[in-house]
């Protein structure tokens, strides 16, 4: 059982456009060179989604498996793909994320509404996200947007068993509107509720936009890990743009510092959720 805190980077997400987030990494290079900033600031995993020549969203498997080999290649950090992909994204992309080999994926356990539009999570397509997953040796990364969902995977892993690693972790995506609310009192919910999923479960904890520092102080505090970066954040402080994802990342970690709880190392990260080395 560690002490230290496992730091989570989403650079990029698929929701902010280049045009309005100058910042926003969305070429390799930059992603490549925010992934090295993050890891030398404390990140042990990155959540990634790239984008194509146009900076829109993008699954496409070519650039994907070039993406994993890149990252591989400039840094030690755990590489997560994200299966949620867009809102637009079909779900034979979504699984196809797979064939990029990552260390880990995304695995979001329930529809929700997602500002005005809906991210789509049949029960169906869970189940083979979560199957595929352990056919290939991909450690999931189940994505909690409501409170529900903690029992839909409750339910996941009840009826199709551990996945691969043995390691259940969850991240808790606090504040999308039609989702949770970013609050203390609803990670505290949350918390409790894992009590149901296998002994050692972990969780880490985002919030969006102006739910990010109660969010990360709420989840610090209960003993939980921490997810940032410009997916969900992109103002640092009222009237302030985010500048990079390492700013993010840094301040991340000093708060987990003064919480006498120190980022881990991707080592420490792998071994904590059941990563080979
Ligand atoms: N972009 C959202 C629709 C994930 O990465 O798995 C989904 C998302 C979750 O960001
Ligand atoms: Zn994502």
């Known amino acids: 059982m560690t002490n230290g805190t496992l730091i989570t980077v989403a650079p990029t997400g698929a929701e902010s456009a280049k045009a309005d987030v100058p ?16 890891e030398a600031v404390g990140a042990s995993v990155i959540h990634v989604h790239i984008r ?5 969203p993008s699954l496409d498997p070519v650039r994907l498996r070039e993406t994993v ?44 509404n997602f500002g005005d539009d809906v991210f789509m999570n ?19 990364e189940y994505e ?20 691969a690693g043995g390691h ?12 949770m609310p970013g609050t203390p009192a609803a ?19 985002t919030g969006i936009g102006r739910f990010t520092l109660p969010v990360l102080l709420t989840s610090l505090g209960a003993g939980g890990h921490l997810r940032v970066g410009m997916e969900d954040t992109v103002t640092y402080a009222k009237g302030q ?27 420490e990260a792998r071994n904590l959720l059941g990563i080979p080395p």
Do not use: Y
């Open 144 to 163: 909690i947007f409501d409170l529900g969902q903690l029992w839909a995977l409750q339910r996941l892993l009840d009826k199709h068993g551990l996945p």
């Open 23 to 38: 910042a926003l990494p969305v070429t390799l290079d930059e992603l490549v060179a925010t992934a090295k900033e993050c």
């Open 69 to 112: 080999a890149a990252l591989r290649s400039s840094t030690d950090l755990i590489v997560q793909l994200s299966s949620g992909g867009s809102v637009h994204d079909p779900e034979s992309a979504r699984l196809a994320v797979l064939d990029a080999g990552p260390d880990m994926a995304s695995c979001t356990m329930g529809t929700v």
């Open 241 to 267: 743009p985010v500048e990079s994802n390492a700013q993010l990342v840094a301040r991340a970690s000093a708060f987990a510092r003064l919480a006498q709880r120190p980022p881990l190392t991707p080592g």
């Open 122 to 140: 049949r029960w169906e397509f869970i189940v083979g996200l979560h199957t595929r997953m352990q056919e290939r040796g991909v450690v999931p």
């Open 187 to 205: 990670l505290v919910a949350c918390q409790q509720a894992l009590r149901e999923l296998p002994d050692g479960t972990t969780f880490s904890a």
């Open 168 to 179: 259940v972790h969850v991240d808790f995506v606090m504040g999308v509107p039609g989702g």
């Open 52 to 56: 194509d020549d146009d900076a829109q």
